[in-house]
């Protein structure tokens, strides 16, 4: 087991790693994504419904084998030989992709309840669109959205252990390894558990103080 | 991209259905068996009723569903007292395991979301029943729980369409059912694209039906009770993890 | 001087009383939110009196008549309902909360005594119909073909028979309050309770609930009625009672009550609700 203390350290920084970067790449994602959602063009609006509606209805685990092995096909192809796509690399562009769909509705959702009067009195003190949004509707909107994005941000973490289904080497990973190797099956996954159940309440602790910093007054 | 293959492979890979649907409803009524009584302890002012079905939610829901399986399938059978007992007979076998992995994650999620409907229920309601004389077992059926369901079912549909969407595990233990067929469609044709969309599609069918379900389910029980201004939609959603 | 010390009830004397119709409540005490609420209320309630309890709020007549069917359990005091004696455990001094000690004993009580809420509390997702047969269904036993033509024979009482199927929701707020009066009174109650029935409503409303209940004050009924129609219970009532800081401090029949009271708080509160 004490060799294996190092290697879970190291799957503990890989499931971390791959949670905060496509944390923050499916955030940017699903902010373009709300806006489009919201904007006045028909078609943007439409097609990024279309995006967010397949991926909520489509299991995290199809999207990750397809882009996994789509990858690998298309790389494979590009190269003329047989190149396998990095599992982290394929993690974070799953994993962004779903995030950002799920972050969409969140984002849209906390913009369509802020009141339209707060829209109107920012037009009318003349300040440009892109001010409003800057000034008025995203600190709002992120206010509202935090409670949604604390739980989105919690899936996200439980989330990346499908990863390992395709080989990145995550806790879940060096669990799999270790139960394996040592024919002690329940010892490492429950490991693996208390390591995942630390982050998840890591997750829910930053996003309470967050709540409370930001708690708007009498709300 | 290659049509005849996607179609034929959408057929192909229907023959999933079933056992994804089995996995489904099965645990998806275990789940609901299992939450009921524990919503109503969690939601209990009693600390010793309350905190043990915390501590089992808080675990569920804070640990990935796929560890939960493994420590099932792979991690019981560690125990020699498991290995020998009668129960080794259904927990060797995967879509046991998986049923099992499934309930219990299900009911923590299905549990939380009735404690919240429960503890949201009126007082009134209560006590207009406590006034004609109902015993306590017939105002949590009669009253508090049918309130609190119609009040939590658009959390609900969304808790049955992600255990839709999380049975698609079930081929990690070497289930056949939707996505454990296109994984081994794929490793036979290695052609990914048309054989995962494919699965997406089916998925996809799957959760529209269970969401306009909900959507006519929750007109009708609000045809009738609940003054709502607007009917609210059943939206694709994670199932919430909150305190 | 407190009016309330004058009272007594030589119809009884001291000490247990015979099986005796009707409620007696015995120096009912209740804190709540730290608030001395009620600070020994004695009350009477004989068959086939109609009673009302008038006070400001706060005054702690709402919770006194909650205390009679135990929705809110007195801290100390002694309640009979029908000669029988409430089983509570009184609130000890260290701020233990008062308990039922027989909850069967509360449900028989209870089911013989019908209330009406402020706020109706009619279960949103059942008919009008189903909310005045449940309590019938489930607490007397009865079949359900039965109980629906008991429920619709109080629905019609009340004036209702047309909305039978509705769901509450639909219905206005004074056809709300009759559905829950047709609900107390399908248990078939030896005594009914009223908690200010008609503050919740639109003005325009009121009329057709009190109108109901004094069609059942003329049937003799027992009746306990918490409310703010002065009018009302100076024409209905057999008698009157005020309640003041927790205590009753006047109560006499209603002409005596309205038109010779003897509490200046009673003057006041006459003079300012006229």
Redesign the interface.
């Known amino acids: 087991m004490d060799g294996f203390v190092v290697q879970f350290v190291n799957g503990l920084k890989t499931t971390v790693l791959l949670a905060l970067v496509s944390g923050a790449l499916g955030m940017a994602l699903g902010l373009l994504a709300a806006a489009g959602r919201l904007s006045r063009w028909r078609a943007v609006s439409a097609a990024v419904g279309f995006y967010t ?2 991926i ?8 990750i ?2 882009i996994y ?2 990858g ?2 298309a790389i494979s192809a590009f190269f003329g030989r047989y190149v396998e796509v990095n599992a982290f690399l394929a993690g974070v562009v799953s994993l962004t992709v779903v995030f950002g769909a ?1 972050t969409a ?1 969140i984002f849209r959702g906390a913009v369509l309840s802020i009141p339209a009067g707060q829209i109107e009195a920012a037009r009318s003190l003349g300040l440009h669109p892109w001010q409003t949004w800057l000034l008025v509707i995203l600190p709002q909107m992120l206010r509202i959205a935090l ?2 994005l ?3 941000w ?2 996200l973490v ?5 990863i ?2 395709v080989g990145l080497t995550d806790i ?1 990973r060096v ?2 390894i270790g ?1 394996g190797s040592l ?5 490492f ?2 490991a ?2 208390a390591l ?2 630390a982050l ?2 890591l997750a ?1 602790v930053i996003f309470n103080l967050l709540e409370r910093r930001f708690a708007v007054p009498g709300r | 991209m290659d049509i005849m293959l996607l179609l034929t492979s959408t057929v192909t890979l229907t023959g999933g259905i079933p056992l994804t649907l089995l996995l489904t409803f099965a645990s998806l009524l275990a789940g609901f068996v299992l939450a009921v009584p524990l919503a109503f302890m969690r939601a209990s002012p009693r600390k010793w009723l309350s905190l043990p079905v915390l501590a089992y939610t808080y ?1 569920f829901r ?7 399986l ?2 099932i399938y ?6 020699g007292a498991i290995r020998s007992s009668v129960l080794w007979v259904l927990l060797r076998d995967p879509f046991w395991c998986c049923l099992l992995a499934f309930s219990l994650n299900g009911a923590a999620y299905t549990t939380e979301i009735f404690r919240g409907g429960i503890q949201a229920v ?1 007082t ?2 209560i ?9 306590p077992l ?1 105002i949590k059926r ?2 508090i729980f ?2 609190a369901f ?1 009040s939590v079912l658009p959390s609900y549909a969304n808790e049955v ?1 992600s255990l ?6 079930a ?2 233990v070497t289930l056949l059912e939707i ?1 454990g067929l ?2 081994k469609l ?1 490793s036979e044709t ?4 048309e054989i ?2 494919a ?2 599609v089916l ?2 069918g799957l ?2 039906l269970l969401t306009g379900f909900f959507n006519v389910l929750e007109a009708r ?1 609000n045809a ?4 709502r201004t607007h009917p609210r939609r059943v ?9 | 001087m407190r009016a309330a010390k004058a009272l007594s009830y030589p119809a009884f004397g001291v000490g247990e009383p015979a099986a005796e119709p009707g409620i007696r409540a015995e120096r009912i005490e209740k804190r709540l939110g730290g608030n001395d609420v009620l600070r020994g209320v004695e009350l009477i309630v004989r068959p086939g009196e109609i009673l009302s309890i008038l006070g400001s709020s706060g005054s702690g007549k709402s919770t006194l008549l909650r205390c009679l ?1 135990l ?1 809110t359990i007195p801290d100390r005091g002694d309640i009979w309902v029908h000669g029988e004696k409430l089983a509570i455990r009184a609130a000890s001094q260290h701020g233990g909360p008062a308990g039922i000690l027989d ?1 069967r004993q509360v ?5 013989s ?3 009406v ?1 402020q ?1 109706f ?5 059942k ?1 009008a119909l189903e909310n005045v047969t ?2 019938p269904v ?2 007397k036993g009865i079949r359900r073909g039965a109980a629906a033509e008991l429920g619709r024979h109080y629905l019609a009482k009340v004036g209702l028979s047309d909305k039978a199927d509705a ?3 639909h219905l206005s707020g004074g056809q709300q309050q009759r559905v ?1 009066i047709a ?2 009174l399908a ?1 078939e109650p030896q005594v009914l309770l009223f908690d200010e029935p008609t503050s919740a409503l639109d003005p325009e409303l009121v009329g057709e609930v009190l109108r109901v209940m004094a069609a059942l004050a003329g049937e003799g009924r027992t009746m306990v009625i918490v409310t703010h129609e002065l009018a009302f219970a100076r024409e209905v009532s057999t008698r009157a009672a005020f309640m003041h800081g927790g205590l009753i401090e006047e109560e006499s029949p209603p002409q005596e009550f309205f038109s010779s009271p003897v509490s200046g708080r009673l003057r006041g509160f006459l003079a300012s609700h006229r």
């Open positions: 509606t397949i909520r209805g489509v299991p995290e685990l199809i999207i084998l397809l092995f789509g690998t096909v799920y509705e409670p949604a604390a739980n989105q919690i899936s439980k989330e990346t252990s499908l390992s289904i879940m669990a799999a139960a024919r002690a099956p329940l010892t996954y429950l693996a558990s995942y159940l998840t309440s829910l | 675990v804070g640990t990935p569903l796929l560890v939960q493994f420590i792979y991690g019981l059978g560690q125990v009126a009134g309601m006590e207009a029943a406590q006034a004609v004389g109902m015993s017939q009669r009253i049918p309130i119609r369409i839709v969407k999380a049975t698609s595990l081929s990690t996505t296109s994984r794929v290695f052609a990914p694209y995962f969309i699965a997406g998925y996809l959760t529209f029980l009738a009770p609940q003054a939206i694709l959603r994670q199932v919430p993890h909150e305190q | 069917n929705l909850h449900r028989r009580v209870r089911a005594m019908g209330m809420f706020n509390n009619l279960w949103p997702h008919t449940e309590g489930l607490v769901y509450p929701r829950a609900r107390a248990m």
